[in-house]
């Protein structure tokens, strides 16, 4: 699973960044829910790992000045390529 939130935060409208992380993770095929703190993405290893270079470089490039992303591997599922730990 990862988390995330970029900043600045607007209260006005949805900044470009913002659309710029909710794409690289939908496109990215993993199951969204946006909370009232931050946004969180499931899906396999692969696809989330994936998922959050994307999101790093889009939202830079759409002028977030800051990122925070959390990675956490969900109960039961693999911890990473070939069963290894994913730090």
């Given at each position: 699973?990862?988390?995330?939130?970029?900043?600045?935060?607007?209260?006005?409208?949805?900044?470009?960044?913002?659309?710029?992380?909710?794409?690289?993770?939908?496109?990215?095929?993993?199951?969204?829910?946006?909370?009232?703190?931050g946004t969180s993405a499931e899906g396999d290893a692969e696809q989330a790992l994936a998922a959050v270079t994307r999101l790093l470089r889009e939202t830079?490039?759409?002028?977030?000045?800051?990122?925070?992303?959390?990675?956490?591997?969900?109960?039961?599922?693999?911890?990473?390529?070939?069963?290894?730990?994913?730090?």
């Amino acid at each position: 699973m990862v988390e995330f939130t970029t900043e600045p935060f607007e209260l006005d409208g949805f900044p470009e960044h913002a659309k710029a992380a909710r794409r690289a993770v939908d496109e990215a095929g993993l199951a969204v829910s946006v909370g009232p703190f931050g946004t969180s993405a499931e899906g396999d290893a692969e696809q989330a790992l994936a998922a959050v270079t994307r999101l790093l470089r889009e939202t830079l490039a759409a002028g977030a000045s800051r990122i925070s992303v959390q990675v956490s591997v969900l109960e039961g599922e693999p911890e990473g390529p070939e069963g290894g730990d994913m730090q």
